[in-house]
């Protein structure tokens, strides 16, 4: 892969701005679920961002075509990444810490190498089922196993971990189902649809928000608004657009081991701005997560040239 960022940097350069990006929106998606209801929020960013890309989406479907047949994959792109992914993120980003969200995303490419040996037949090898073994491990440290086994844990900051790793599944399912599109249509197009899936399936939940409490709109401070607007330009449509081109470009493996850059930032923001305290277990468990992803995808392509003999 090294020698193919050397030649070809522009879709790396895409992938690490989108991981920037998203490493930063634990914090303001944290700050800014504080003053907008849960699916209101994730409604109004993705019908702004719709409204963005609307008249470049109407441009583009003039030269290319959507086939019918295509038209259930790509509403499936949208449930998974769009409806499924925000409803479980801002669930859990709501009750467990940006510190512990932002690490646990780092089992979304053990995710992709399990699918794809499961469902596309790809080579795996001992070394990569011990390496994601050691990083499942130390998911559950992150998510709350040494607090369980001494009785010392919140429930609600296990549940909100749960739902993070719940974000990362369908992240994993929506992103494979992706690629197969990205063959047919632009990455555009893609983005657009799976944007209009999120519109439709938050705004019978985001209704009923109103409903209960019509006053929440008055509350909403300069703070929430341009929360708002990081979440629709940057996070969504940005982010969003770098991701789904570089993936047409690359492969999804190498797409996710970018996510390495967000645990960073999001855990440099949320100590600097929220507070946060990053705990012993959250090291031992960072540490063994980073350890499987490494032995479980990256040493994946070396182990394949030189231990050709040891595949599962």
């Keep these: 892969m090294s020698s193919k960022i050397l030649t070809s940097p522009i879709p790396y350069i895409a992938l690490l701005l989108a991981h ?11 700050v800014t679920l504080q003053e ?19 008249p470049f989406f109407l ?4 030269k290319v075509k959507i086939k019918q047949k295509d038209i259930p994959n790509l509403i499936l792109i949208g449930i998974f990444i769009i409806t499924f992914n925000i409803t479980f993120f801002f669930a859990g980003i709501q009750r467990t810490t940006a510190i512990d969200a932002s690490i646990l995303t780092l089992i979304i490419p053990m995710l992709s190498v399990i699918l794809g040996w499961i469902f596309l037949k790809e080579k795996v090898y001992t070394i990569n089922l011990l390496g994601i073994a050691l990083g499942f491990f130390g998911a559950l440290v992150v998510i709350g196993l040494p607090q369980i086994i001494l009785g010392g844990y919140k429930p609600e900051v296990l549940l909100g971990n749960i739902l993070m790793i719940l974000a990362s599944v369908s992240w ?8 197969k599109m990205l063959k047919i249509y632009p990455s555009l197009i893609v983005t657009a649809v799976a944007f209009l899936v999120g519109v439709i399936t938050f705004f019978p939940p985001a209704v009923r928000e ?6 929440w709109p008055e509350r909403i401070t300069m703070l929430g608004l341009l929360g708002l607007v990081y979440m629709t330009a940057l996070s969504s449509i940005s982010a969003y657009f770098l991701f789904e ?11 996710d081991l970018f996510q390495y850059i967000e645990p960073f930032i999001a855990a440099s923001l949320a100590v600097t701005l929220l507070g946060e305290r990053i705990s012993f277990s959250f090291i031992i468990g960072a540490v063994l997560i980073a350890l499987g992803v490494y032995w479980g ?16």
Excluded: M
């Excluded at 920037?20 to 944290?30: H, P, R």
């Excluded at 994993?172 to 690629?179: E, N, P, T, Y």
């Design 20 to 30: 920037l990006i998203w490493g930063g929106n634990f914090v303001v998606a944290k």
């Design 59 to 62: 441009a583009e479907t003039k």
């Design 36 to 54: 907008f209801p849960t699916h209101s929020l994730a409604f109004l960013r993705f019908a702004l961002a719709s409204l963005l890309l609307a």
């Design 210 to 215: 109103y409903l209960v409490d019509p006053g």
């Design 297 to 312: 995808t990256l040493a994946k392509e070396f182990h394949h040239k030189h231990h050709k003999t040891h595949r599962t």
């Design 172 to 179: 994993v399912i929506g992103a494979a189902i992706s690629r």
């Design 245 to 255: 081109w570089a993936l047409s470009k690359t492969s999804l493996i190498a797409a």
